[in-house]
């Protein structure tokens, strides 16, 4: 999610009885102890096909037996289940696929191709979110415990990047073409609403909700620039200056704070309410792909580029840790943190 389990990413956090704690079952024998799961999911090569993989805290299993190419972007921890979304190959297209438990379930009949690309469980429905091919184009689409629904209608492509579910609205980021160039759009119960104009390429690419406010993060082109970009109740807020290429790739709300992570350039910043505070130091490319706050613990997944081969990487409060050897091109593009 067969590697031996690393102390950066094996958390086990003690503490004496009387210090402050946050953990939820504890064991009193002179001390607090509390076990963290961390999963990441993600996939990584064989030197022929890509294998859709998550690790949990650090130790690799296989989804997928490496016949086709296969991927998993989003994960979601429900009590003792574990799903995992993505996408596998039948060797013409793509079929969007959830993994529950390691068990495989097809949400496309494979004709065309279907990805999934996020993913999350609440009151016991299964939400799923990415896109769809009906033969001509890409259309984004939300799955319910299996069912699809199309989120566009119109006649241009678009696509379903991030879920966020909150009380009884189901919220939804994305994009949609106008014809001309790509619109970042976000969907409130199956309501589309552009977030820019078309005027120039942007995405939406996560969701996170806080509060009554809805915000949203991916980037908007200013000429031949990716500009970083906030969105919140529709109102633009950049987060890069334009001087390289930048996007926000991820959004977590833990208690009253909102997280932000941001590529830049070669630097991953965390954007914590308005404060920026840098992950990497810009030496190597590096791509963070998903955040995940646990108590006051920041736990982010992605790549780092080493030589010529990109490695899974988990940061753990900014502290890194390889998933993989570096021998084959592997990512780790989502993490769920669960304690008890």
Sequence with gaps: MKTILKPSVLLLLIMVIFACSKNNDAEIIDKVESETAVYAVGYES?????????????????????DNDAYA???????????????????????AT????????????????????????????????????????????????????????????????????????????????NGTNYMATVWKNGAATPLTDGTNIASASAISVLG?????????F????????????GEKIKLSDGSSQANVSSICVSGNNLHVVVNDGFVVKLWKNGVFTPITDGKSFVSAQSLFIS???????????????????LWVNGVRSPLTDGNYKAHANNVFVTKK
């Excluded at 001509?136 to 989120?151: F, P, S, Y």
């Excluded at 009554?212 to 908007?220: I, L, M, P, T, W």
């Excluded at 108590?295 to 990487?313: F, H, I």
């Design 73 to 95: 972007l989003g994960v979601y921890v429900s009590g003792n289940d574990v799903y995992v979304g993505g996408f596998e190959s039948n060797g013409t297209n793509n079929v």
């Design 222 to 233: 200013q000429g031949k620039i990716k500009v970083a970009t906030l969105w919140k109740n």
């Design 295 to 313: 108590d006051n613990d920041t736990y982010l997944t992605g790549y780092e580029r080493l030589g010529k081969k990109d490695v899974a990487m």
């Design 212 to 220: 009554n406010d809805v915000y949203v993060g991916g980037y908007e």
């Design 46 to 66: 064989d030197g022929d096909k890509n294998i859709a993989k998550i690790w949990k805290n650090g130790s690799a299993t296989a989804l997928t037996n490496g």
């Design 98 to 177: 959830i993994w529950k438990n390691g068990v495989k379930t097809e949400l496309s009949n494979g004709e065309t191709n279907a990805q999934i690309f996020a993913l999350q469980v609440s009151s016991n429905n299964v939400y799923a979110v990415g896109r769809e091919s009906d033969g001509t184009k890409n259309i984004a689409t939300l799955w319910k415990n299996g069912v699809k629904t199309l989120l566009s209608d119109g006649p241009y492509k678009s696509i379903a990047n991030s879920i966020h579910i909150s009380g009884s609205n189901v919220y939804v980021a994305g994009v949609v073409h």
